[in-house]
């Protein structure tokens, strides 16, 4: 008997509702679900499902480890398909991203990897809140910032460049800024980014910018911006071609930060599954050109 006997019965009962229905997917008999669940209760001391007499569901403690289950059920099957196929990849990749970044730049890398590799299938999920990758069963994360979680991995994959900009029409009105300081008089657009960064003497300088406007959408702010309602900072790729028709003008440029890193982040032990690997591989060559 595996030590880890009684996954595969677990997903099916939490995907089919019940012992009968779990059985009948399996191809086992209702009591051998029974059994396997209940020695793998014994060796993990938790209690996974409440059963009565109408009706089976998950504990607080299965459905915390049921998508684990699931992903270890996926990465076996996927390791014996691959011995099948002589290492063809097949099976699905999970991505999150930002939804500014996943629609303009990685769902483009999603469609050339789905191209490239018809064995394959690819979840994109964008979405501005923060992923648990591991207990939400993601493979891998696009983010910005300083990765945090020792859980995870990371690799650089590509950086973007902040510009803080302004209309002619509020610059006109209020002046222009000659040092971050300065924003302390100015309105800011607030986007995701509740601090601004810049470079002064070598060093990193952080402002917490204030203002009357506070969005989620990077659009959003630039259309303020544009609008004459106050300056913003915000990605290059938001404003450039506003920059470029001189709806914005950028400010206080001689203070520019460093750019951001982006990462794919990653549970450490996905690495070594290829098809993970294959789309990091990817999205770290075609990113840069999309994004600057």
């Known amino acids: 008997m595996s030590r880890w006997d009684g996954l595969d019965e677990v997903v099916a009962i939490a995907d089919t509702g019940s012992f009968?229905?779990?059985?009948?997917?399996?191809?086992?008999?209702?009591?051998?679900?029974?059994?396997?669940?209940?020695?793998?209760?014994?060796?993990?001391?938790?209690?996974?499902?409440?059963?009565?007499?109408?009706?089976?569901?998950?504990?607080?403690?299965?459905?915390?480890?049921?998508?684990?289950?699931?992903?270890?059920?996926e990465e076996r099957d996927e390791a014996l398909r691959q011995l099948r196929a002589q290492g063809e990849m097949r099976g699905e990749v999970r991505l999150t991203s930002s939804v500014a970044i996943g629609e303009r730049f990685v769902a483009p890398v999603?469609?050339?990897?789905?191209?490239?590799?018809?064995?394959?299938?690819?979840?994109?999920?964008?979405?501005?809140?923060?992923?648990?990758?591991?207990?939400?069963?993601?493979?891998?994360?696009?983010?910005?910032?300083?990765?945090?979680?020792?859980?995870?991995?990371?690799?650089?994959?590509?950086?973007?460049?902040?510009?803080?900009?302004?209309?002619?029409?509020?610059?006109?009105?209020?002046?222009?800024?000659?040092?971050?300081?300065?924003?302390?008089?100015?309105?800011?657009?607030?986007?995701?980014?509740?601090?601004?960064?810049?470079?002064?003497?070598?060093?990193?300088?952080s402002i917490v910018p204030t203002g009357r406007l506070r969005c989620n959408s990077g659009v959003a702010v630039m259309r303020a911006a544009q609008g004459g309602m106050g300056l913003c900072q915000l990605p290059a790729f938001y404003v450039q071609d506003a920059i470029a028709a001189g709806s914005l003008i950028p400010v206080l440029d001689a203070f520019d930060d460093l750019p951001e890193p982006i990462w794919a982040v990653y549970p450490q032990r996905?690495?070594?599954?290829p098809k993970v690997r294959a789309l990091i591989d990817l999205l770290e060559r075609r990113l840069p050109a999309l994004i600057a």
């Open 110 to 205: 999603v469609e050339e990897f789905l191209h490239d590799h018809p064995g394959l299938s690819v979840t994109l999920e964008t979405t501005n809140r923060i992923v648990d990758l591991v207990s939400e069963g993601f493979d891998i994360a696009i983010r910005t910032g300083s990765p945090v979680d020792a859980r995870l991995a990371a690799r650089q994959v590509a950086e973007r460049t902040l510009v803080t900009c302004a209309a002619p029409a509020y610059l006109a009105q209020a002046g222009h800024p000659a040092h971050p300081s300065d924003l302390a008089a100015h309105q800011c657009l607030v986007g995701t980014n509740t601090n601004w960064h810049f470079r002064v003497d070598g060093q990193r300088l």
């Open 20 to 73: 009968v229905s779990a059985a009948r997917r399996l191809g086992e008999s209702t009591s051998m679900i029974s059994r396997a669940v209940a020695r793998l209760e014994e060796r993990l001391g938790l209690r996974l499902f409440e059963r009565t007499t109408r009706s089976v569901a998950l504990t607080d403690a299965g459905r915390s480890i049921v998508e684990q289950f699931r992903r270890i059920i």
């Open 270 to 273: 996905r690495f070594a599954v």
